[in-house]
């Protein structure tokens, strides 16, 4: 899996202002993608949009399957999103 390229199109999405990308676990492909999202203020969107809009563009195997909407997203002091302190990461 490849994080950026996902990350990308999701910030293409005009409501959403941040996002970062993780592989997790799943039982029967191996590895299923988990999407962390910032609504950008003033805007909604619901998970299955988020799915719709990344199938759209992308190879529904790269689709996430869950995603988790946040305040922000953790980062580095470089500002890097530090993807290991992303909420229940590994379930």
Request: aromatic residues 6%; negative net charge; charged residues 25%.
């Amino acid at each position: 899996m490849f994080p950026a390229e996902v990350e990308d199109v999701l910030l293409q999405h005009p409501a959403i202002e941040a996002a970062a990308v993780v592989g997790v676990p799943h039982p029967y492909t191996g590895e299923s993608v988990r999407a962390y999202v910032v609504v950008r203020g003033g805007l909604s969107i619901e998970e299955d949009d988020v799915v719709d809009f990344v199938a759209g563009r992308l190879a529904r195997c790269k689709c996430p399957n869950k995603v988790t909407f946040v305040e922000e997203l953790p980062t580095g002091l470089a500002g890097k999103v530090l993807r290991r302190e992303l909420p229940d990461h590994t379930d």
